[in-house]
């Protein structure tokens, strides 16, 4: 079992910068499949970025390729998501999501967090 907390969301000014944070608890965090996903009100769920166990693979969406980062600390168990040139669409619920099998862009992870609110404005 998996419990994933998220922190570091917050309102920014376009353009502006956010890094947030995702720490896990539970065993072998160093063998799951890490992603991102946000919720805008009123749409799906989307698919952000995702990392592999070692960090080597990272995939990312379109809309945020060349402004996101994500990355990994298997010895912190923790997983980041830099977030540069921020745009008001990018405003969102974002979610951290873990899983031993790798899925993709899809949005069945199995382990999920509770969110946290990064609001972006104009």
């Known amino acids: 079992q998996v419990q994933l907390v998220e922190s570091g969301g917050g309102l920014v000014q376009a353009e502006g910068s956010l890094r947030l944070t995702c720490a896990a608890s539970?065993?072998?965090?160093?063998?799951?499949?890490m992603a991102w996903f946000r919720q805008a009100p009123g749409k799906e769920r989307d698919f952000v970025a995702n990392?592999?166990?070692?960090?080597?693979?990272?995939r990312y969406a379109d809309s945020v390729k060349g402004r996101f980062t994500i990355s990994r600390d298997n010895a912190e168990n923790t997983v980041y998501l830099q977030m540069n040139s921020l745009k008001p669409e990018d405003t969102a619920v974002y979610y951290c999501?873990?899983?031993?099998?790798?899925?993709?862009?899809?949005?069945?992870?199995?382990?999920w967090g509770q969110g946290t609110q990064v609001t972006v404005s104009s």
């Open positions: 999501a873990a899983d031993m099998k790798y899925k993709g862009t899809s949005a069945e992870y199995t382990y």
């Open positions: 539970g065993p072998h965090f160093s063998t799951y499949t």
């Open positions: 990392i592999n166990w070692s960090g080597a693979t990272t």
